[in-house]
């Protein structure tokens, strides 16, 4: 098959990128402008800016079997693509999220209703990234176009990427080895969630590529084997202990969860709504369309895989320190970080604004009137 991925050197696209060209019958297009690269006989390649149309038809007009998208397209841009991609390939992925499920009681299906669906004039509030990837979904199924799925993880982890709650791996990591202190909000530990290792979301969308009976479906590709984030924590700490001669990880509670949320960076705020619901999914669906049951491996033998190599592997390489982030733990924990740590004037301002209540609040206040000019409108019921 001719397979395209867009952005596929991502967390789940670098990873579904080795699933598919251990099939030697693929031949597998890269569209990405990271200038990372695996080597294989089929593999091409093709750098540049996708969202430059010139570009992106140029790319999309040698015709493809099955493209799979991993990027964020505003619903508009999606909206003037439709007709290049579908007529360009027989089987159309588009990464959506689970995390655009509104809260549910018991296993969330594909059926289940989705945040938008429920509360449609809040959404025009809310997290910016969850509403584009609804509304880019309502766009999808609401076109002319049958031959789409639509592929629905939740939170993932990789060598590179490890979310506790929602702090993420360069600021908890970071302070962990350097002996500071995590803040954690303590009633979210009680929900449960389900992590999933990006390699095996990755091999249940291998299963969906060029699969007729996934075409024209919505499919959750995450594990259904859920746990608390308590225990996540605890396996974090029990993990990190082995691997690092007994040092322990320092987490702080929050017993007023309210107090963690809204000295959160701005752009996470509405992720209270996703970490503050029980997340169990079921993937009754996947394993029919597949005609198999895809199996979701055991957390705490992923995570010793993953930290390992995050510890002790050289080419593992995790982006640096937030200072945003570090200053927010910092004034929660009452601790403070040298200046020297970050590594340009931007980013000690960053710290030091954020590290103050009342600078990090002024600052919030500006941003908030910058962006209600540009704030993006949620707008249900598109026109196909």
């Known amino acids: 098959m001719r397979i395209l991925i867009i952005g596929g050197t991502g967390t789940i696209g670098s990873e579904l990128t080795d699933f598919l060209r251990q099939q030697v019958c693929n031949q597998l297009y890269i569209v990405s402008k990271s200038t990372e690269t695996v080597h294989a006989d089929n593999i091409k390649y093709i750098h540049g800016d ?5 570009f992106f038809v140029k790319v999309l007009e040698k015709g493809y079997d099955c493209i799979v998208d991993f990027m964020i397209w505003s619903p508009n841009e999606l909206k003037n693509n439709l007709d290049t991609i579908f007529r360009n390939c027989k089987q159309y992925i588009a990464m959506g999220t689970s995390s655009a499920y509104a809260k549910t009681n018991g296993l969330i299906d594909e059926n289940a209703k989705r945040f938008t669906d429920i509360y449609p004039d809040e959404a025009k509030q809310t997290y910016r990234y969850v509403i584009e990837k609804a509304v880019a979904d309502d766009v999808i199924m609401h076109s002319r176009y049958q031959h789409w799925t639509i592929i629905r993880p939740w939170v993932t982890f990789n060598t590179r990427k490890h979310v506790l709650v929602t702090v993420p ?30 390699k095996d979301s990755a091999r249940a969308i291998s299963k969906l590529v060029g699969n007729d009976k996934a075409l024209g479906e919505i499919v959750n590709v995450t594990t259904d084997k859920a746990t608390t984030w308590a225990e996540v924590l605890e396996l974090y700490k029990t993990v990190l202990s082995e691997k690092m001669g007994g040092v322990e990880l320092k987490p702080q509670f929050i017993n007023n969860d309210a107090v963690f949320w ?38 705490k033998s992923n995570l010793e895989i993953c930290i390992d190599k995050l510890l002790f592997d050289a080419s593992c390489k995790i982006d640096p320190i937030d200072p945003v982030w570090c200053g927010i733990m910092d004034r929660l924990s009452h601790e403070h970080t040298e ?3 970050f590594s340009s004037a931007k980013s000690k301002l960053k710290y030091i604004i954020f590290r103050s209540a009342f600078l990090s609040l002024l600052y919030r206040a500006i941003r908030y009137i910058i962006d209600s000019k540009t704030r993006f409108v949620y707008k249900p019921n598109i026109e196909p």
Request: hydrophobic letters at 40%; one cysteine or more; charged letters at 30%.
């Open 50 to 54: 996708i969202f430059d149309h010139s």
């Open 169 to 198: 791996v360069s600021v908890w990591l970071w302070r962990f080895i350097h002996g500071k202190t995590i803040v954690i909000p303590r009633k979210v530990l009680r929900k449960k969630c389900s992590l999933t290792y990006a």
């Open 262 to 299: 809204k000295n959160m960076p701005s752009q996470f705020d509405p992720i209270v709504r996703d970490r503050c619901y029980d997340r169990c999914f079921s993937n009754e669906k996947l394993n029919a369309i597949c005609g198999e049951k895809i199996v979701f491996g055991d957390l």
């Open 339 to 341: 200046l020297s740590e």
